[in-house]
Nanobody, 124 residues
Framework: QLQAFGGGLVHPGDSLRLSCAASGRTFSAYGMAWFRQVGGKEREFVGGFNRGGTNAIYADGVKGRFTISRDNTKSTMYLQMDSLTPEDTAVYYC???????????????????WGQGTLVTVSS
């Protein structure tokens, strides 16, 4: 079970950190990722870790502004978002998979487990 939290209303240029807490004892074995969704559009890959990976990969639109980390001792993944823009406004979801492979890491259909989503609104 995944629970995402930390969303809120911020101004352009602000920072925000999201957290994704997982239950269970095998957190380190999962590939983990963040996605975001605006309205009825498809979920967009933000970034994530492959199974056993220690270095996150990112979507081009967030490189240099967002940082994903994970603390396996706390079964928690984080999304640090800096220099936020109104275009970052979305519901952010965390996802997990025990079977993810590198080539599918950006594909939301490859993830079996999802958090409930947390809304991030960037507005002046």
């Amino acid at each position: 079970q995944l629970q995402a939290f930390g969303g809120g209303l911020v101004h352009p240029g602000d920072s925000l950190r999201l957290s994704c807490a997982a239950s269970g004892r095998t957190f380190s074995a999962y590939g983990m990722a963040w996605f975001r969704q605006v309205g009825g559009k498809e979920r967009e890959f933000v970034g994530g870790f492959n199974r056993g990976g220690t270095n996150a990969i990112y979507a081009d639109g967030v490189k240099g502004r967002f940082t994903i980390s994970r603390d396996n001792t706390k079964s928690t993944m984080y999304l640090q978002m800096d220099s936020l823009t109104p275009e970052d406004t979305a519901v952010y979801y965390c996802a997990a998979s025990l079977t993810i492979i590198y080539s599918s890491i950006a594909n939301p259909s490859a993830y079996a487990y999802w958090g409930q989503g947390t809304l991030v609104t960037v507005s002046s």
